[in-house]
């Protein structure tokens, strides 16, 4: 998938086997795993706009609830309480969605 580009493989695989069952999705450990929390501002962009698929500028629900599967094709699609969760924390402003901003302050929360 496109985010595999600038992260390891190996990172990747361990990061989404953590996170396997359902409703077991931690967004800071993930984060973690696969690397993110170390990249670039530059870098976090570009993920933000893999993960935006609708190029609305904003990760909506939809595209949440898919997250893992921009990291491998075959990953599962987070449980609707994963996804709120998720939501909760990166909608700051409380807009029901997150900007770019919000989605690097929580990667690097």
């Known amino acids: 998938m496109a985010l595999a580009a600038s992260l390891k493989e190996a990172d990747i695989t361990a990061a989404l086997a953590a996170c396997a069952a359902a409703d077991s999705f931690n967004h800071k450990e993930f984060f973690a795993k696969v690397g993110m929390s170390t990249k670039s501002a530059d870098d976090i962009k570009k993920a933000f706009a893999v993960i935006d698929q609708d190029k609305s500028g904003f990760i909506e629900e939809d595209e949440l609830k898919l997250f ?26 409380g807009d029901g969605k997150i900007g770019v901003d919000e989605f690097a302050a929580m990667i690097k929360a």
């Open 68 to 93: 893992l599967q921009n990291f491998s094709a075959s990953a599962r699609a987070l449980t609707d309480k994963e996804t709120a969760a998720f939501l909760a924390v990166g909608d700051s402003d």
